[in-house]
């Protein structure tokens, strides 16, 4: 995708070949930075504290991470610390612990003096996938745009909730993809964003995303989407997910499960786009397996903007001493979704819509 024109992507190797470079997203959306990574630690506070988010881009991140502790220190002890490092930096995301069993069966039998090498080769094939992954999620799902856009006059109304843009992975995203292919294959489209509270990644980076893009779009506070959906105004909801269970169930940032109660409701089509990678085949039951994070109270409590000369000013929302609960996803049961857009196409949210697209790995 593109920043103010240029050809970007959200993770890229250092041209010095012993570190790496993201996109700051907690900068955005009022400045763009970059952060330079040299050690697994960096990697770990990077996805700890949200500075990469979404599930297929903290796979990647958390790839290079282990690949730059096996710089450092490439022995059994070292990979397994640094393995378990990493994988406690976000609980609910099944993209992080696969892309580490990924890279630690891969070096567990080489030799200590060919891990690095391996696994920052590893690593980097880790974001080309993930980039033809999302690519091919896109194309299943502009199918399912352009058939609304024959049935009806106008414009085509997407939702979407949190941010599962290409900012959430390496590129194209999940759930815009098929967003982007529409606006470039020419169809009339309009997405209405969520705002996301508490962290706001609708406001900030999925509207951020859309105007790069050029695509037409509108920020809305959370509670209106069952309203839109009530007046006509929605035609689709696509979202992502952190995690899916082998039986179709979602997890994916809090409030989604209230939009696809609204869908259910007022008959509106809630999609949810995802790369195999987020499927925890180990699991059937979400609600009661999926751990769920809970993070800082002053997520809610406080936040963050521009103000109106231009500096960026944290202020309180809240009575002092009035606690808050900070819930970071819910999980939407397989009955409320219509479908799960993949890689390999579109499927029914069961399992044995899921199997019959993976069968491999189920």
């Known amino acids: 995708m593109r920043i103010d024109g240029k050809p970007m992507r959200t993770i890229w190797p250092h041209a010095d070949g012993r570190s790496f470079e993201v996109i700051d997203q907690t900068a955005l959306p009022h400045r763009f930075a970059v952060l330079r990574i040299d050690t697994a630690n960096a990697a770990a506070r990077a996805i700890k504290d949200m500075i ?16 730059l502790a096996m710089r450092e220190d490439a022995g059994d002890a070292a990979l397994a610390a640094a393995y378990d490092a990493l994988l406690a930096t976000r609980p609910t995301a099944v993209n992080l612990r696969w892309a580490l069993d990924d890279l630690r069966g891969a070096l567990a039998p080489l030799p200590a003096a060919q891990r690095f090498a391996a696994a920052w080769a590893r690593a980097a094939k880790i974001c080309d996938d993930d980039v033809a992954i999302c690519r091919a999620i896109g ?18 109304n997407v939702l979407t909730h949190c ?19 529409a606006h470039d294959a020419g169809i009339a489209l309009h997405v ?21 893009h050029g695509v037409a779009h509108t920020v809305i506070v959370d509670n209106a989407g069952g309203h839109l ?23 994916n940032k809090i409030g989604t499960y ?8 007022n008959g509106v089509p809630f999609y949810v786009a995802l790369p195999s990678t987020t499927i925890d085949w180990t699991i059937a039951d979400g609600l009661r397996q999926i751990p769920i994070e809970q993070r800082a109270q002053a997520e809610v409590t406080r936040i963050a903007g521009k103000t109106a000369d231009g500096r960026i000013e944290t202020v309180q929302l809240t009575p002092d001493g009035s606690p808050a609960a900070n819930y970071g ?5 397989a009955r409320l979704v219509t479908g799960l857009i993949t890689e390999r196409g579109v499927c029914p949210a069961s399992t044995a819509g899921l199997r019959a697209l993976f069968p491999k790995a189920a």
């Open 163 to 181: 941010n599962a843009g290409w900012l959430a992975c390496v590129d194209w995203g999940t759930a815009t993809a098929p967003i982007y292919l």
């Open 329 to 333: 996803f819910d999980v939407t049961p």
């Open 139 to 156: 194309e299943h799902g502009l199918a399912l745009i352009r058939d609304i856009a024959r049935r009806k006059s106008g414009r085509v």
């Open 52 to 67: 990469v988010r979404g599930a297929p881009l903290i796979g990647a991140t958390a790839a290079y991470g282990l690949a």
């Open 258 to 265: 209230l939009k696809a109660l609204a869908a259910k409701d």
């Open 192 to 212: 209405w964003v969520d705002e996301t509270r508490p962290r706001n990644q609708g406001a900030s980076l999925t509207a951020y995303e859309l105007g790069q």
């Open 229 to 251: 959906m009530q007046h006509g105004e929605v035609d689709l909801c696509i979202v992502g997910t952190d995690r899916t269970t082998a039986a179709g169930d979602v997890c």
